[in-house]
C-alpha cells in the first residue's frame, strides 16, 4: 500500500509550522511501518500453528498456547486427548485466565461414521487447568426395539433383551449385553417402554433404568388387583417412562423389569414392535457435572 507524503504546511508562524509538519511526518512514518507490516502477514503465517507449534497432546498446559487466535490441524489416529482422532483446533486466548479452545471432527460420515461430526469446547484457567470437554453439536440417538417374547420370572429384577438396532447414530449399542455404552461424558435422555402379556390377577411391575448395573431411576409402576381375578381374562399393560441420566465415558445404561404377580400362569413381555417396546437414547448435553 503506497502511504503519500502531504504538503507541508506553511504560515508565517515558523515555529507553529515546524511542530505541525513533525507530527504529521511522524504519523506518515509509523503508517508505512505499520503497511510494511501488515504486508509481511499472511492468514497461514498469523493463524496456523504448524509442526512443532502444532500441540497434539491435548493433555499439554493451556500457558504452552500462544496468546490470540490460532489454529491447528489434529491429526493423529490414536488417543491424543481430543475428542475424536482427527479434526482441528481453534484456540482463543487472552490470558491464562481467559483461554476456550474449540475441536471441530472432520466431517467425515462416508461409511456412516457420524461420531466424526461434531463440535467440542472446553476451558483453561491456571489455577484448576483444563474443564472437561463440553459437546455442542453432534449429539447421538439410538432407538433398540426387542425380538420375540421374554419371560418373566415371578418376583424377580431382571434385565429387559433389547436386542433388535433400529437406529444406532455412533454405533454405541452392545446388542450382545442389551445395554448402550455411553461415548462420552455427558447428559443423556433416556425413553423406554414394555408392553405386557399379563391377565386378571393382582400384579405388580416396575420399569428401571440401571446404570452400571445399579438401580438409577424408576421410570414406570403398575400395580393392579381386578375385581374378578382370572388366569384366562386377558389384562395386558404397557410400562413407558423417561428420564435425564446423567454419565460418564464408558457408563453403560440398561433397562430392568420387575414383575410380580398372583397365580401360575408366565407373564411375558410380548413380541410387540417398536411402537410398544423400545430403548431409545438421545444425548443431549456434553458435560456431566459433579454431584454435590
Request: glycine share 10%; with cysteine.
Amino acid at each position: 500500500m503506497d502511504i503519500k507524503s502531504p504538503l507541508p504546511f506553511e504560515t508565517s508562524d515558523k515555529a507553529h509550522a515546524n511542530l505541525f509538519n513533525r507530527m504529521v511526518n511522524t504519523l506518515v512514518e509509523n503508517d508505512n511501518v505499520l503497511s510494511q507490516q501488515i504486508e509481511g502477514i499472511t492468514n497461514e503465517t498469523l493463524f496456523i500453528l504448524k509442526g512443532d507449534q502444532a500441540i497434539q497432546d491435548g493433555s499439554v498446559s493451556g500457558e504452552e498456547y500462544p496468546i490470540g487466535i490460532t489454529f491447528m490441524d489434529i491429526g493423529q489416529a490414536n488417543d491424543t486427548g481430543y475428542p475424536t482422532r482427527y479434526g482441528f483446533v481453534k484456540n482463543e486466548k487472552i490470558s491464562n485466565f481467559r483461554f476456550v479452545q474449540y475441536y471441530y471432527g472432520t466431517g467425515n460420515e462416508a461409511g456412516n461414521y457420524f461420531d466424526s461430526t461434531g463440535i467440542w469446547c472446553r476451558h483453561w484457567w491456571t489455577g484448576s487447568g483444563w474443564t472437561d470437554w463440553h459437546k455442542l453439536s453432534g449429539f447421538l440417538h439410538t432407538n433398540i426395539g426387542t425380538t420375540g417374547k421374554q419371560l418373566l420370572t415371578k418376583a424377580e429384577y431382571q434385565k429387559v433383551l433389547f436386542n433388535r438396532k433400529i437406529k444406532d447414530s455412533h454405533n454405541n449399542f452392545d446388542i450382545k449385553n442389551n445395554r448402550f455404552i455411553c461415548p462420552e461424558n455427558g447428559m443423556y435422555s433416556v425413553n423406554a417402554g414394555v408392553y405386557i402379556e399379563s391377565f386378571q390377577r393382582y400384579a405388580n411391575f416396575e420399569l428401571s433404568i440401571y446404570l452400571n448395573g445399579i438401580r438409577y431411576k424408576n421410570i414406570a409402576h403398575h400395580r393392579q388387583r381386578p375385581e374378578s381375578p382370572s388366569d384366562t381374562g386377558i389384562l395386558n399393560t404397557g410400562l413407558y417412562g423417561a428420564a435425564n441420566v446423567p454419565a460418564n465415558k464408558g457408563d453403560y445404561l440398561e433397562i430392568y423389569i420387575y414383575a410380580n404377580y398372583e397365580g401360575d400362569v408366565s407373564r411375558y413381555v410380548s413380541d410387540k414392535s417398536g411402537w410398544f417396546n423400545y430403548f431409545d437414547i438421545m444425548e443431549i448435553g456434553g458435560r456431566n457435572f459433579p454431584r454435590v
